[in-house]
């Protein structure tokens, strides 16, 4: 096909059928023969484009959807895990005796080097 648009191409395609109905001459049912052929050539081309793009669009709304239904899991188990954090009791802070404790305790686990 051209590189003109398929719409413009049926436009004329319509103009030079009217054109063909319109003559009078020997060659007017020739004309119109082509002029059909043509438009019906143009108007399936001009479906595929349509077919083409409606089957693009249906594939990028299944993937939008797949997306939603992740980003809406994600977002239950965030509100799962705040819960369960809210229901967990305040730690308390440590006094000194507890903290130089706990280093001491790390300090054993590692072979009594400071971290």
Same mark, same amino acid.
């Given at each position: 096909?051209?590189?003109r648009?398929?719409?413009?191409?049926?436009?004329?395609?319509?103009?030079? @059928?009217?054109?063909?109905?319109?003559?009078?001459d +020997? &060659?007017?049912?020739? *004309?119109?023969? /082509?002029s059909?052929? !043509?438009l019906?050539?143009?108007n399936?081309?001009?479906?595929?484009?349509?077919?083409?793009?409606?089957?693009?669009? @249906?594939?990028e709304?299944?993937?939008?959807?797949? +997306? &939603?239904?992740?980003? *809406?899991?994600? /977002?239950?188990?965030a !509100?799962?895990?705040?819960?369960?954090?809210?229901?967990?009791p305040?730690?308390?802070?440590?006094?000194?005796?507890?903290?130089?404790?706990?280093?001491?305790?790390?300090?054993?686990?590692?072979?009594?080097?400071?971290?």
């Amino acid at each position: 096909m051209n590189k003109r648009s398929v719409k413009k191409q049926l436009a004329q395609a319509l103009s030079d @059928a009217e054109a063909a109905m319109a003559s009078t001459d +020997e &060659l007017s049912g020739m *004309r119109m023969k /082509l002029s059909q052929t !043509r438009l019906s050539t143009l108007n399936k081309v001009d479906q595929r484009k349509h077919d083409k793009k409606v089957i693009r669009l @249906a594939k990028e709304v299944t993937r939008l959807k797949a +997306e &939603l239904n992740q980003t *809406r899991a994600e /977002l239950a188990d965030a !509100r799962a895990e705040i819960t369960r954090l809210q229901a967990m009791p305040a730690a308390k802070p440590l006094s000194e005796l507890e903290r130089v404790l706990a280093t001491y305790e790390q300090q054993k686990q590692n072979g009594g080097v400071q971290q």
